[in-house]
């Protein structure tokens, strides 16, 4: 098991957030976001070998240079459109909206993107980069399997070897993404140690950037890691809640009163959140797996029982033991299941700007049946964990109120797992 431990005094060294430097207009009143690469508030940070410093350096520089180039953006502009699929829909939701009987519910929808998820945003943006920095092999993590379709998926677009590294407990079951991934051309390693999954994928992962540094790019599949990995793919993804507003805007002529995402790692939720956080009256809140049971080593809900450490070059909340030992995690939802969340998100839930609670397996199973029988869409298990909140709040909120459900992905992958647990007919 690895080990997550360092005092919160060396954690805080810098202070200030990654976000634009004006005042927020949601969470404290007092707080002021000011620019400082690598830091949300005391989270985050850069905590690697030194074997893989001058990558991470590279990698920012790139990334850094990218963002200023027209050309870059432009391309990427256009894989977005043409490629991938943007701008998905924002979906009226007549009948869920009638059935639950409170706010008018709208569905962002992430889960008609090409391979059936927002995770081609971020790799996309990446493979990009790696493509710049003279690059030919890339390494990725996946835990439901729809980051390593994504990778695999740019990798034979633009002609890059690629290497997925996945616990065997996930390929058991998500094997047919495992599938997928191997007709797109990579190869597909499992990973047997620890919990053999999410977690245990981007030890192996991580192994390999440092043995092949020089020729490897790492791309990483959400808000986690080293500086510069949770702003960068923050960046890649908030085109989510971008367009959301605006779609918003148009359908309603008015903001939402609430946005809600799940959240495993966080790319998802970080995407659609972002544009929204200097609105103070849009309510921002993330989901996290609940599990089975409140227990530690029943579920993946860093802020019901976690606490601050480091896991996997970043500081943020983190499920482990008193003596600093990672924990096991479970959800019935494979891109959930793990034990530490983005810093933003860290940072987000300390300064009061969103809130963050659990849905259990149950409560996801339910509610990816219910949204399939009521406007005929089968959400990823993820995503379903965002729907089961809006089932709890939907009730007691106004029928002049509006919610926005990120659908972060389709639930094709899960159609094993939703037969094995759901009685029909």
């Given at each position: 098991?690895?080990?997550a431990?360092?005092?919160?005094?060396?954690?805080?060294k810098?202070?200030?957030?990654?976000?634009?430097?004006?005042?927020?207009?949601?969470?404290?009143?007092?707080?002021?976001?000011?620019?400082?690469?690598?830091?949300?508030?005391?989270?985050?940070?850069?905590?690697?070998?030194?074997?893989?410093?001058?990558?991470?350096?590279?990698?920012?520089?790139?990334?850094?240079?990218?963002?200023?180039?027209?050309?870059?953006?432009?391309?990427?502009?256009?894989?977005?459109?043409?490629?991938?699929?943007?701008?998905?829909?924002l979906?009226?939701?007549?009948?869920?909206?009638?059935?639950?009987?409170?706010?008018?519910i709208?569905?962002?929808?992430?889960?008609?993107?090409?391979?059936?998820?927002?995770?081609?945003?971020?790799?996309?943006?990446?493979?990009?980069?790696?493509?710049?920095?003279?690059?030919?092999?890339?390494?990725a993590?996946?835990?439901?399997?729809?980051?390593?379709?994504?990778?695999?998926?740019?990798?034979?677009?633009?002609?890059?070897?690629?290497?997925?590294?996945?616990?065997?407990?996930d390929?058991?079951?998500?094997?047919?993404?495992?599938?997928?991934m191997?007709?797109?051309?990579?190869?597909?390693?499992?990973?047997?140690?620890?919990?053999?999954?999410?977690?245990?994928a981007?030890?192996?992962?991580?192994?390999?950037?440092?043995?092949?540094?020089?020729?490897?790019?790492?791309?990483?599949?959400?808000?986690?890691?080293?500086?510069?990995?949770?702003?960068?793919?923050?960046?890649?993804?908030?085109?989510?809640?971008?367009?959301?507003?605006?779609?918003?805007?148009?359908?309603?002529?008015?903001?939402?009163?609430?946005v809600?995402a799940?959240?495993?790692?966080?790319?998802?939720?970080?995407?659609?959140?972002?544009?929204?956080?200097?609105?103070?009256?849009?309510?921002?809140?993330?989901?996290?797996?609940?599990?089975?049971?409140?227990?530690?080593?029943?579920?993946?809900?860093?802020?019901?029982?976690?606490?601050?450490?480091?896991?996997?070059?970043?500081?943020?909340?983190?499920?482990?033991?008193?003596?600093?030992?990672?924990?096991?995690?479970?959800?019935?939802?494979?891109?959930?299941?793990?034990?530490?969340?983005?810093?933003?998100?860290?940072?987000?839930?300390?300064?009061?700007?969103?809130?963050?609670?659990?849905?259990?397996?149950?409560?996801?199973?339910?509610?990816?049946?219910?949204?399939?029988?009521?406007?005929?869409?089968?959400?990823?298990?993820?995503?379903?964990?965002?729907?089961?909140?809006?089932?709890?709040r939907?009730?007691?909120?106004k029928?002049?109120?509006?919610?926005?459900?990120?659908?972060?992905?389709?639930?094709?992958?899960?159609?094993?797992?939703l037969?094995?647990?759901?009685?029909?007919?």
């Open positions: 098991m690895a080990t431990s360092i005092t919160k005094k060396r954690a805080a810098n202070t200030k957030v990654s976000h634009p430097s004006r005042p927020l207009k949601g969470g404290k009143a007092t707080l002021k976001l000011v620019p400082s690469p690598g830091r949300f508030g005391p989270w985050g940070g850069r905590y690697v070998p030194e074997t893989l410093m001058a990558a991470l350096e590279e990698l920012e520089r790139e990334y850094e240079r990218a963002k200023k180039d027209p050309r870059f953006k432009a391309r990427l502009s256009e894989l977005l459109k043409n490629f991938a699929g943007r701008p998905t829909p979906f009226f939701a007549r009948r869920l909206s009638e059935k639950l009987g409170g706010p008018k709208y569905l962002k929808r992430e889960d008609l993107l090409h391979t059936g998820a927002h995770k081609i945003n971020n790799c996309i943006g990446q493979a990009l980069l790696v493509e710049r920095m003279g690059k030919h092999r890339v390494v993590e996946t835990g439901a399997g729809q980051h390593g379709v994504a990778t695999a998926t740019v990798c034979a677009l633009l002609g890059f070897e690629c290497v997925v590294y996945m616990g065997t407990e390929m058991r079951r998500q094997e047919l993404n495992v599938f997928r191997r007709l797109l051309g990579a190869e597909v390693r499992g990973v047997d140690s620890g919990s053999r999954t999410l977690k245990d981007i030890n192996e992962a991580m192994r390999d950037w440092v043995t092949n540094v020089r020729t490897t790019h790492y791309l990483l599949g959400s808000v986690l890691g080293a500086h510069p990995y949770p702003t960068m793919v923050r960046d890649f993804h908030k085109v989510i809640g971008r367009e959301a507003r605006a779609q918003i805007l148009k359908a309603e002529g008015k903001l939402p009163t609430t809600i799940c959240v495993g790692g966080g790319s998802n939720a970080i995407g659609v959140f972002y544009e929204f956080i200097r609105d103070k009256k849009v309510k921002l809140v993330g989901v996290e797996a609940g599990g089975r049971s409140e227990k530690l080593g029943d579920h993946a809900a860093r802020f019901r029982g976690g606490s601050p450490g480091v896991l996997q070059g970043t500081y943020s909340y983190v499920l482990q033991d008193e003596a600093g030992q990672i924990a096991f995690t479970h959800s019935v939802s494979a891109g959930l299941d793990y034990p530490s969340i983005g810093p933003e998100h860290a940072w987000l839930a300390d300064s009061g700007r969103a809130e963050y609670v659990a849905a259990s397996d149950a409560e996801a199973l339910d509610a990816c049946k219910l949204l399939a029988q009521t406007e005929g869409i089968t959400p990823a298990l993820e995503s379903a964990h965002a729907v089961a909140e809006l089932i709890k939907a009730p007691s909120m029928k002049s109120e509006v919610v926005i459900v990120n659908i972060s992905g389709r639930g094709d992958k899960d159609i094993g797992i037969r094995e647990n759901l009685k029909l007919g």
